[in-house]
Structures are given as structure tokens and as C-alpha cells.
């Protein structure tokens, strides 16, 4: 950005050095949501979910009301969204349905920038999230588009991309592929290419919340302000890389106003005539505007559209949100993006006979009619070495030399004794199998899930493959299993027992 616009960033003289009391917020407020705002961030910040559709019915939270006796309250603003009230029952994140993928646990104002975008269910859209990890909000492009099209989740931390990988393949996503750049390059690599763009942006965390991912701590004026500027070029990325009448989607779990309405005041004076700011207010029931004016002088009146979630308005952690639309080309630098060979890194596309082979050698063996599966979702099938992955094929259409990290989904495994499909693939696909699944009593499951490396005592069909896909008593497609002589041996991952 250029130093000119940097200016029109909010930076008020008179606050402090450090901005982690709620003083800082007290002249953003009228007294009486002030002290409506003292008081609702004295009160715990009860958990909240959100179902996977790709996995579970919209069923799920009655059943759960029913097996652990949680009291589940809708979240305004995301249809699959719930607050929970535990009551006896298990925390969230200690139960079976959280382990295999079912609901995703995340704070309430997260679930908001998905829900902005004007998402077409089943359309095969492009999109980017340019900061993805951890995964939450790239799970919920995925269930939005109904697995659909392509999300790239690009990260830039190395050390962020396996917390990345392991919620996408436990969320059962075929249609992700992961790419680890600065989200500043993307734009100049691939401009005007995607549907939609989401920039959930690296802020200093000032939401008025204690959690363990965000913690309250001080934050300098010096280093706001230096965030301030990594968002501003993250956003002309996002601008830079969306298609002209696509959507950009920018938010931050911040409340301070220099990192929120005065990146995109900025942005819409640099951008005046090629984006426009949309009004997001009708996504709420009850409006919850920005800051048009902070420290009493008028930036935008335009930015009463864009969503400051005040934590005592929905009960939520503070959180901003906006929705851009792109109606112009932005005449920024483009550089061509970085290449890599798939087939050099061992990963070849299976032509069409022998795809058509494999998938009918899959049905013989499991009942599933993975062929029509690829036809329907456009996967294509992908080799390496006895692995075959299910990969979105706009990745290839699009972009069949950028360097990703991981993409679709494991199908399975070619071993010496059998195929043996993936736990990512059977916990979303595997009881739609009808052959080869292998219905297991209560005190079966049990056993399996508590550990036990060998289950004896189960009935087993004389035409039995060695690798089993098997069923608990809830109908919940748990894994595989080996069938030996001694019984059945226990293939589930560590992190499912």
C-alpha cells in the first residue's frame, strides 16, 4: 500500500501503548452497551459446533441432545452452527462423534465470514483462503459448497500446514488441495481467477475473550499498526486474485478499528472503481454496524456495512467481517507463479482404462461404485507408488504445476493381501459400502475403540476380503479391520481410541 493511503488508517493519539483493557473500546460505545460490554466478557464463553453435512444428517443435534444430554442453542447467523450447554455430558472435543469428523468445535463469531459469501451449493466454484490454517473456516467453504469445485487453503507457516492437513482429511474433503506461500504472492500469480477469496487475516487478537488460541495479552501501538499493513497487502492480494464480480470475504478476531475498518477504508480509496463494499448487515437479525467514525472524525460512512461483532450483541468473542465485491481489474504487478512437476514428485493422473479397471475391481470388492462417484463429483484418480488418492480435477485443470502440499483425499492402500481404503475415506463413504462392511454390537465397538489389538468372537461371511469396513451400533463407519485367524485386528488410528 501505497505511504499516502497508510495515513487514512485509524491510529488515535490518545491511546495507550497497549490496548488490552476494555478502556481502549469504552468511546466506540454509548454507556449503556459499554456496560453491557463489561459485563457480558465477566461471563464464560460456552462451546460451539458446527455439523459436518458431509458426514452427519441435520439429525445430529437432537441426537446428541439425547445421548449426552447437551442442550444445544442455535447460532443466529449459521445454520450449522449450535452453542452447547454440556450439563453431565462430555465436553465437545471428548467425544466419538468429534473424533471421527462429525462437528467441527469453533467459537461462535468464526462461523460468520463463510455465511457472507452468496455461495450456490453444488456449483464447482474456485476458492482461495489465503491464511487457512487451522482449517476451521476452509471446512466450512468445504460443507458450504457441498464439497464441490476447489478450495485452495494456503498457509505461509510451514509449521501450521499439519494442523491444516489432519482437519481436512478427518473432515472427509476430496475437493481441498494445500499450498504453503505468502498470501501477498497469490495475486500476482494468479489474478483475476477465482469465484471467491477469503482472507481471515493475522491480527493482534484483541476480541475480548480469553481462550486458548487467543489470549489476551498487550499489543503495542507499533505493532498494530504493523499488522495493519500485512493486511492491507493480504486484501490486494485477495482483490488482485479474485475474478471480476467475485467476493472477497475479510475478517479479523480483532476489535481494534485500525486493524479492521481503517484496512478497508484504505483499501476501498486505493481500489476506488474497481471494488465495492457490500452490505453485510443483512446477513444478521439484528444489525451490528462498523465504525464510521472513530475518534470523531468520519472515514467512510460505506463501513457501516461491514459487521463489528461487540461481544455482548450475540454472545460471541469479538470478531469483524466484510464482504468486497470486485467490479473491476486492478491493474496491479503480475509474476508468474511458481511450477512443479506432479509426476516428478511421484503422483501420476490414472488414464481412463485404468481408472475404469480400478473402480470396478473397488465395487467387486466393496460394493461402492466409486466410478460413478468421480463422474459425479469430477475427482479423478491419482497413483503413487500403492497409494491412490481421489483429487479435485480443477486442481489439475487449473493448475497442474502449482506445488501443494497435499490435495483430495486418500482413497487407500494396494497391499499385498487386499485393498485396504483409508480411515479418511471410510468414516465419510465407508457405510455406503455393501459389501465387505462388517456390522459390530456395542460391546464389539467398544472393544475396538478402547484399543484392543485383536477382537475375537465375531461372525464373519465365508467369502470375507481380509480388510473389513466396519459399522458400530450407531450405523458409524469406525475404520477397518484385518481378519486373521485369531479374529479381527484393530487398524484404528491412535487418535480414534
Not at 208 to 219: D, K, N, Q
Not at 277 to 282: F, T
Not at 383 to 394: G, M, S
Amino acid at each position: 500500500m501505497k505511504r499516502h493511503n497508510r495515513k487514512k488508517l485509524p491510529q488515535p493519539a490518545a491511546l495507550p501503548d497497549v490496548y488490552a483493557n476494555l478502556e481502549t473500546f469504552k468511546p466506540y460505545l454509548s454507556d449503556g452497551e459499554y456496560a453491557a460490554l463489561q459485563e457480558e466478557v465477566t461471563q464464560s464463553l460456552p462451546p460451539a459446533i458446527r455439523i459436518n453435512p458431509l458426514k452427519a444428517s441435520g439429525a445430529l443435534p437432537a441426537f446428541l441432545h439425547g445421548k449426552y444430554g447437551w442442550t444445544l442453542e442455535s447460532i443466529p447467523f449459521c445454520a450449522a452452527g449450535y452453542r452447547v450447554t454440556r450439563g453431565e455430558g462430555p465436553e465437545p472435543g471428548n467425544t466419538l462423534e468429534h473424533k471421527l469428523g462429525h462437528y467441527y468445535i469453533q467459537e461462535a463469531a468464526s462461523m460468520l465470514p463463510v455465511e457472507l459469501f452468496s455461495i450456490q451449493p453444488g456449483k464447482a466454484d474456485l476458492c482461495l483462503d489465503l491464511a487457512a490454517s487451522p482449517g476451521g473456516k476452509t471446512t466450512h467453504l468445504v460443507s458450504r459448497l457441498e464439497d464441490c469445485g476447489l478450495v485452495l487453503a494456503n498457509d505461509s507457516s510451514q509449521g501450521r500446514i499439519p494442523a491444516l492437513r489432519i482437519v481436512l482429511q478427518n473432515w472427509g474433503a476430496t475437493n481441498a488441495a494445500i499450498t504453503r506461500f505468502p498470501g501477498e504472492s497469490y495475486g500476482s500469480w494468479y489474478p483475476d481467477t477465482f469465484d471467491r477469496v477469503l482472507l481471515d487475516a493475522p491480527c493482534s487478537m484483541q476480541g475480548l475473550r480469553t481462550a486458548e488460541s487467543h489470549p489476551v495479552r498487550p499489543v503495542t501501538d507499533a505493532e498494530s499498526s504493523q499488522l495493519a499493513r500485512r493486511q492491507a497487502a493480504l486484501l490486494a492480494s485477495a482483490l488482485q486474485a479474485v475474478r471480476v464480480g467475485g467476493e472477497v470475504v475479510y475478517s479479523t478476531c480483532t476489535l481494534l478499528p485500525a486493524e479492521d475498518e481503517g484496512v478497508v477504508a484504505a483499501t476501498l480509496e486505493r481500489f476506488a472503481g474497481q471494488v465495492q463494499l457490500l452490505d453485510a448487515q443483512s446477513r444478521l437479525p439484528i444489525p451490528a454496524p462498523g465504525i464510521t467514525s472513530p475518534d470523531g472524525i468520519t472515514i467512510d460512512p460505506r463501513l457501516e456495512q461491514t459487521i463489528r461483532l461487540w461481544p455482548h450483541r450475540y454472545h460471541t468473542a469479538g470478531f469483524f467481517a466484510c464482504l468486497l465485491q470486485k467490479t473491476g481489474e486492478t491493474s496491479l504487478p503480475e509474476l508468474p507463479p511458481p511450477t512443479h512437476s506432479m509426476e516428478k514428485a511421484g503422483f501420476f493422473e490414472m488414464n481412463a482404462r485404468e481408472s475404469q479397471t480400478f473402480c470396478a475391481n473397488f465395487q467387486d470388492t466393496y460394493g461402492y461404485d466409486l466410478g460413478a462417484y468421480l463422474v459425479e463429483a469430477q475427482r479423478v484418480l491419482v497413483q503413487r507408488a500403492e497409494k491412490f488418492f481421489l483429487f479435485p480435477a480443477l486442481l489439475l485443470e487449473q493448475f497442474p504445476t502449482l506445488p501443494v502440499q497435499s490435495a483430495g483425499l486418500l482413497l487407500g492402500e494396494r497391499l499385498p493381501d487386499g485393498f485396504l481404503p483409508s480411515q479418511e475415506w471410510v468414516t465419510r463413504f465407508g457405510s455406503s459400502c455393501r459389501q465387505n462392511i462388517l456390522p459390530l454390537d456395542a460391546t464389539a465397538s467398544n472393544k475396538l475403540l478402547s484399543g484392543e489389538p485383536v477382537i475375537e468372537g465375531v461372525d464373519l461371511p465365508r467369502s470375507a476380503a481380509k480388510y473389513q469396513v466396519v459399522l458400530n451400533q450407531e450405523n458409524y463407519s469406525l475404520g477397518c479391520v484385518k481378519v486373521t485367524g485369531r479374529g479381527l485386528k484393530n487398524l484404528l488410528p491412535r487418535r480414534l481410541l
